[in-house]
């Protein structure tokens, strides 16, 4: 963990805002597996350098909606679902099929952080039928108040700040924005969080992106893991 710098550190963060796989869900790489099938549904071949080429900017654009990374990569809208229907569809299976757990005390994190009177918002740039089947494979149905996905904040995902600003305004849990914190493993997720101007912004080394993809978007502090969050809250006053 980073040290705390004087200037980013908030002295009362009241809302929470995490997102899901690669955070405080261990997905496993079901990204990829579940990219591959849906590049197959559009005449991607794995092995070709279109395949390649591909995947390279899914694992760039990690964190971003999957509906804005098909349009990238296909072009027209039509093509674009077709391609996000079948992403999300084989997702869906592979978590129906045991293939993801928690980041190491990712559950506990939340329940201290909620326990100690904060509020935490769950975030992710699936679709929302997905975002469901993840909860429910967790048993994290009612483990926070609200969770989102860019539907829910009029359609725009990460790197947007809409999904932050939402969590704000739905859950009133915060007099301003700069007692909001969010936390993420991709840039994208940083990025959300300095646009909707957060007062703690932080990325995590148990997913997508490293360090560099995290100071060159803007994060104040960079974490082992979600877990070492609350000793940070605890430090921040």
């Not at 991607?44 to 804005?68: C, F, N, Q």
């Not at 904040?153 to 999904?163: H, I, L, T």
């Not at 924005?177 to 959300?192: M, R």
């Amino acid at each position: 963990m980073t040290s705390p710098t004087p200037s980013q550190a908030p002295e009362d963060i009241r809302l929470v805002v995490l997102d899901m796989a690669g955070t405080t869900v261990a997905d496993g790489g079901l990204v990829e597996r579940a990219f591959d099938t849906a590049a197959r549904e559009l005449g991607v071949e794995p092995g070709t350098p279109d395949h390649a080429g591909k995947l390279d900017y899914v694992r760039a654009t990690m964190g971003e909606s999957k509906i804005s990374v098909f349009r990238h990569l296909f072009g027209d809208e039509e093509r674009a679902r077709r391609a996000n229907a079948a992403f999300e569809k084989a997702y869906g299976e592979l978590v129906d099929g045991g293939l993801i757990a928690p980041v190491p005390g990712a559950r506990e994190t939340i329940e201290e952080l909620l326990a100690g009177g904060r509020t935490v918002v769950l975030t992710t740039g699936f679709a929302r039928v997905t975002q469901d089947a993840i909860l429910d494979a967790l048993g994290w149905r009612d483990l926070v108040p609200l969770t989102l996905c860019p539907a829910d904040a009029g359609g725009r995902g990460r790197p947007y700040p809409d999904m932050v600003l939402e969590a704000f305004l739905r859950t009133k849990a915060a007099d301003g924005v700069t007692q909001v914190a969010v936390v993420g493993d991709t840039s994208y997720d940083v990025l959300s969080g300095v646009r909707a101007g957060a007062g703690l912004v932080a990325g995590v080394r148990t997913g997508a992106h490293r360090d560099d993809a995290f100071r060159e978007a803007g994060a104040g502090h960079v974490l082992d893991s979600v877990a070492d969050l609350p000793a940070l809250l605890r430090g921040a006053g």
